[in-house]
């Protein structure tokens, strides 16, 4: 009955009355009306173009209420508000929020939050009393005026055995897009957000949520009428087994007639739209960091940000040494010496350190003294990070942060969640608070989009849920295009929020010579193309893929690599189109870093550097050789003085990047003239 009800009220838009009430951005581009007929809708223009024709919203309860039928409006409100978030391990050091709101209360205990910021809109629910309620179902939609170009991430299915959306709930949120017309998606598959759609003048159109807390996450569905997207919920498990990956995931087995249990007055998940004029304008906007809770921590000075030299994705593969490499005490001294060498802030331990299988995180496999290679860490200056299984850290997670703590470990990267129902987001909240208490980092792996946590918790301080290149190492580029989808993800998936992509590969190859293994693995596209994506990405914790000894052989590109900042002052757009090529500068002082990369089609582009301000500047640019179509690791470093036009024009081979520092002309530079 409940969900013929909800099929109803999406129909209604197509008979409802005129807008009740109007809300403008500050700069007055964007419009959201508000209409109280039958049902509960909203609609949304941008400088005149439609972007939402009238969409419902609606929330059931298992006790036959429903928020949004019938609404009865018992006060109005509205408010505007201009002010600077402070956002240190950030892209920049701090957030302008400023939009309008307009705050409807209704009979029955509830009213919902209207927004309109100058780059999208957003909408809460909100509960008014303190009745404990359970949440049957959302109604979200999301419904456009044609048939516009979409570009999705479905949930990933490679068997196809996927059928149900109650087997699509249990994923990884990795995958690469889809970009078909909002008709041709398919109904039988379920995306994750966030998702983009692109509107007739060119505006983009990029749809999430934020501030998740006791919530099961979204998914849009098309459900093969028209051009609308609606929103589906995962239920609330009712039992769960321990099993999946080396019996390290929480599998859920039976599941609730509902989706949230909620008690108390309290707000709900944002709805969230950005809406810029052209794609690029999705690589700085802020929207899902405002729409976060403020901090909940009292200090923040402790949480460090930086590099990570990393393991797993090499295999541990260090050369050149008179001990066997391996999860061992002297291959974990090597990198952590190649982290000091070279400045990083950290080494990761990634699975293995613990006895596999065992679910016990206490249990250190017998040949690692992890507690000397803590301390020896620590003497160097380097800090240790812990891989763990959620199962299996959610075990004892207090008295894991706890022991590890008082080690000397710095933090935990937790994975396998490949969830994201009311249960799982409540463990990730908890895990944040908790680890906060030991002044432990977290890097969430198998992990939900980012929803504004990292700035309720800035020690959760980076997230996955990316199809990085620890996927390319075992996928072949017939089964997925990680180039096209290197420069679809920055417009996308990291507008939500940063994203551990874990790059840095130094073996480098173009289509015809790639290939998926285990040791020795390498990345699709050219050198320059990875250099460039420390700058093109935003990670706060930033991995350093690749083996010690690999960035030794190439030690201009790691000198690089080890000097680009992983928070920034300041973050500029300078070009881009979803799926063809993407440039970006970020400032940490004084100092600007671009990156730019290209699809498969080789590029020039001409970039406006009048940011610079004045004064005589050089360039430090790593950019592809001119056999870089043929063998990916070629490339050129050179240092010039920078013309008083701030123009800095690149070429790009295919599938190639370039990445640059300017720093003001009596800086120091890399490479010599």
Same mark, same amino acid.
């Given at each position: 009955m409940i969900r013929k009800l909800f099929l109803s009220i999406a129909l209604l838009p197509l008979t409802v009355s005129a807008a009740d009430y109007r809300l403008t951005s500050p700069d007055g581009g964007i419009v959201l009306e508000v209409a109280c007929g039958? !049902?509960?809708?909203?609609?949304?223009?941008?400088?005149?173009?439609?972007?939402?024709?009238? !969409?419902?919203?609606?929330?059931? @309860? $298992?006790?036959?209420?429903?928020?949004?039928?019938q609404p009865k409006v018992v006060k109005k409100n509205y408010s505007e508000s201009d002010s600077q978030i402070p956002s240190p391990l950030y892209r920049k050091s701090s957030v302008r929020d400023r939009y309008k709101q307009l705050t409807l209360t209704f009979r029955g205990g509830y009213g919902v939050d209207f927004r309109a910021y100058d780059d999208g809109v957003a909408y809460r629910f909100f509960s008014l009393d303190d009745t404990p309620r359970t949440v049957t179902d959302e109604l979200v939609r999301f419904n456009f005026a044609a048939d516009h170009e979409a570009v999705v991430p479905y949930v990933l299915d490679r068997e196809g055995t996927k059928k149900t959306f109650a087997q699509q709930f249990n994923n990884s949120f990795e995958n690469v897009y889809t970009h078909a017309a909002l008709s041709e998606l398919d109904p039988q598959r379920l995306m994750f957000l966030p998702l983009a759609v692109r509107l007739p003048s060119g505006r983009a159109v990029c749809i999430t949520e934020a501030d998740l807390e006791s919530y099961p996450g979204m998914y849009l569905n098309h459900d093969g009428r028209g051009t609308s997207l609606r929103g589906v919920f995962p239920p609330c498990p009712k039992a769960t087994r321990t099993g999946g990956h080396n019996n390290i995931q929480r599998l859920v087995t039976e599941t609730e007639p509902y989706i949230a249990r909620i008690g108390g007055a309290r707000t709900f998940p944002w709805r969230a739209a950005a809406i810029v004029a052209e794609d690029a304008g999705l690589l700085d906007c802020d929207l899902v960091y405002r729409l976060g809770a403020p901090c909940r921590l009292n200090d923040t000075a402790w949480i460090r940000?930086?590099?990570?030299?990393?393991?797993?994705?090499?295999?541990?593969?260090?050369?050149?040494? /008179?001990?066997? !490499?391996?999860?061992?005490t002297e291959t974990y001294k090597h990198y952590i010496d190649f982290a000091a060498e070279y400045g990083l802030e950290y080494v990761l331990l990634d699975e293995g350190w613990s006895r596999i299988g065992t679910g016990d995180l206490y249990q250190v496999v017998p040949e690692l003294d992890l507690p000397e290679v803590v301390a020896y860490a620590n003497e160097k200056g380097v800090g240790v990070l812990l891989w763990a299984g959620y199962a299996a850290i959610d075990r004892d997670f207090?008295?894991?942060?706890?022991?590890?703590? &008082?080690?000397?470990?710095?933090?935990?990267?937790?994975?396998?969640?490949?969830?994201? /129902?009311?249960?799982?987001?409540?463990?990730?909240?908890?895990?944040?608070?908790?680890?906060?208490?030991?002044?432990?980092?977290?890097?969430?792996?198998?992990?939900?989009?980012?929803?504004?946590?990292?700035?309720?918790?800035?020690?959760?301080?980076?997230?996955?849920?990316? @199809?990085?290149?620890?996927?390319?190492?075992w996928t072949s580029p017939e089964e997925a295009d990680p180039v096209l989808y290197d420069v679809t993800v920055p417009f996308i998936r990291q507008f939500a929020g940063p994203m551990d992509y874990t790059q840095g590969a130094m073996l480098n190859a173009n289509r015809k010579n790639f290939r998926a293994r285990t040791e020795e693995p390498m990345s699709l596209g050219t050198r320059c193309r990875q250099l460039a994506e420390y700058i093109v990405f935003e990670s706060p914790l930033a991995m350093l893929c690749d083996s010690p000894a690999k960035y030794r052989d190439a030690e201009e590109c790691a000198r690089f690599i080890a000097s680009v900042p992983t928070v920034w002052d300041q973050t500029r757009p300078l070009a881009g189109r979803i799926g063809e090529y993407v440039a970006t500068a970020r400032r940490k002082g004084r100092t600007w870093y671009l990156g730019g990369i290209t699809d498969w089609n080789a590029r020039t582009l001409t970039l406006d550097l009048g940011m610079l301000g004045e004064?005589?500047?050089?360039?430090t640019l790593f950019r592809d050789g001119v056999n870089a179509d043929r063998y990916a690791q070629d490339y050129k470093c050179e240092t010039f003085r920078l013309g008083t036009s701030r123009q800095? $024009?690149?070429?790009?081979?295919?599938?190639?990047?370039?990445? &640059?520092?300017?720093?003001?002309i009596n800086r120091q530079t890399l490479c010599d003239d």
């Open positions: 039958d !049902s509960l809708t909203y609609r949304v223009e941008a400088a005149g173009e439609i972007v939402f024709t009238p !969409s419902p919203l609606a929330m059931t @309860f $298992t006790d036959g209420t429903v928020w949004g039928v940000p930086g590099q990570t030299a990393w393991e797993w994705w090499n295999d541990w593969g260090v050369y050149g040494v /008179d001990f066997k !490499s391996g999860i061992n207090e008295g894991i942060c706890r022991h590890y703590a &008082a080690m000397g470990v710095k933090g935990f990267k937790i994975d396998f969640f490949d969830r994201d /129902d009311q249960e799982l987001v409540e463990f990730v909240y908890h895990a944040a608070e908790t680890a906060a208490r030991y002044r432990l980092v977290l890097n969430l792996h198998g992990m939900y989009k980012p929803t504004g946590l990292q700035r309720t918790y800035p020690n959760l301080i980076n997230f996955e849920g990316v @199809f990085g290149l620890e996927r390319v190492k004064g005589d500047h050089a360039v800095l $024009t690149v070429e790009m081979a295919p599938g190639g990047g370039f990445a &640059a520092i300017i720093t003001p």
